[in-house]
């Protein structure tokens, strides 16, 4: 892949930081992982016994969404180009750490059917050329699902420390189309209910925690539990065209390129 590829990458620090113990019941992971599920399984073709369809995480980090979707049936696979960080002894058979995913092995590549991008792009200064790696190495992906943070005008110490270039909204969102490879279709905000608050904060000066902290005791993690679900009925309900801090979208494999269907989620897909 492409030297900015490498230059993102996290080390075993940033993996510490970003993805410390217990993170996963952290209510913003907590709620993404059951929106991720929900959208993948929207998405896949209809499994067959003798071959389930295969999802492969690229840029995944600890693992945290490859455990999740494997352990509600989908035969979800990670790989990441940063340091192994420690990860769930459960987990590390399905996750390769320090590899492009292009270059991981052909027959291992042909049994991929979709590709899940899940706050990677933004890490990119043109995250066209990591589209158009991927159309080349996995010719039998139709599908890429992917998650960026959304407005540009929450862009916060957060977005720096995390290696962000930019935040999508409608304004550049487009950008991800990549002529001759993948189009953008549907797209949609989620996490509704973070962008007021973190606008107030940009207004008043307040920059956001550059970590996240996970949860520790049985009663934060019963709280981070319930505000998860709180976001997940949030994103069932509201119109997915409403401002939110993050956004999901889908990018199709081009077969005719005179199609290019652009446009939002409903209230949810």
Same mark, same amino acid.
């Given at each position: 892949m492409t030297s900015q590829a490498f230059s993102t990458a996290f080390d075993s620090d940033d993996f510490a930081d970003i993805y410390p113990q217990g993170i996963e019941r952290h209510y913003w992971n907590h709620a993404r992982n059951q929106i991720i599920a929900k959208e993948v399984r929207s998405l896949l073709p209809p499994s067959r016994k003798e071959q389930m369809p295969r999802v492969l995480?690229?840029?995944?980090?600890?693992?945290?969404?490859?455990a999740h979707l494997r352990s509600t049936g989908i035969d979800c696979w990670g790989c990441d180009l940063g340091v192994a960080p420690q990860v769930e002894p459960a987990t590390a058979p399905f996750l390769?750490?320090?590899?492009d995913a292009a270059e991981l092995p052909e027959?291992?590549?042909?049994?991929v059917t979709m590709i899940l991008l899940l706050d990677v792009l933004?890490?990119?200064?043109?995250?066209?050329? =990591?589209?158009?790696? +991927?159309?080349?190495a996995f010719s039998n992906v139709e599908t890429i699902l992917f998650t960026v943070p959304a407005r540009q005008e929450l862009f916060s110490k957060y977005d720096v420390r995390n290696r962000h270039f930019r935040r999508y909204d409608s304004t550049n969102i487009r950008d991800l189309d990549t002529p001759g490879c993948f189009t953008l279709g549907r797209w949609s905000y989620f996490f509704h209910?973070?962008? =007021?608050?973190?606008? +107030?904060?940009?207004?008043?000066g307040i920059d956001r925690q550059t970590e996240l902290r996970a949860p520790t005791t049985l009663l934060s993690r019963l709280a981070h539990s319930l505000v998860a679900t709180g976001f997940v009925v949030e994103d069932s309900i509201l119109p997915g065209t409403w401002a939110g801090s993050s956004i999901r979208g889908v990018l199709h494999r081009v077969h005719n390129e005179t199609d290019s269907? =652009?446009?939002?989620?409903?209230?949810?897909s």
């Amino acid at each position: 892949m492409t030297s900015q590829a490498f230059s993102t990458a996290f080390d075993s620090d940033d993996f510490a930081d970003i993805y410390p113990q217990g993170i996963e019941r952290h209510y913003w992971n907590h709620a993404r992982n059951q929106i991720i599920a929900k959208e993948v399984r929207s998405l896949l073709p209809p499994s067959r016994k003798e071959q389930m369809p295969r999802v492969l995480d690229v840029g995944c980090g600890k693992g945290i969404v490859t455990a999740h979707l494997r352990s509600t049936g989908i035969d979800c696979w990670g790989c990441d180009l940063g340091v192994a960080p420690q990860v769930e002894p459960a987990t590390a058979p399905f996750l390769t750490h320090g590899v492009d995913a292009a270059e991981l092995p052909e027959d291992v590549r042909r049994t991929v059917t979709m590709i899940l991008l899940l706050d990677v792009l933004e890490h990119l200064e043109d995250p066209t050329q =990591l589209v158009r790696s +991927l159309h080349h190495a996995f010719s039998n992906v139709e599908t890429i699902l992917f998650t960026v943070p959304a407005r540009q005008e929450l862009f916060s110490k957060y977005d720096v420390r995390n290696r962000h270039f930019r935040r999508y909204d409608s304004t550049n969102i487009r950008d991800l189309d990549t002529p001759g490879c993948f189009t953008l279709g549907r797209w949609s905000y989620f996490f509704h209910g973070l962008y =007021l608050p973190a606008r +107030l904060m940009k207004a008043l000066g307040i920059d956001r925690q550059t970590e996240l902290r996970a949860p520790t005791t049985l009663l934060s993690r019963l709280a981070h539990s319930l505000v998860a679900t709180g976001f997940v009925v949030e994103d069932s309900i509201l119109p997915g065209t409403w401002a939110g801090s993050s956004i999901r979208g889908v990018l199709h494999r081009v077969h005719n390129e005179t199609d290019s269907p =652009l446009g939002h989620f409903g209230s949810h897909s």
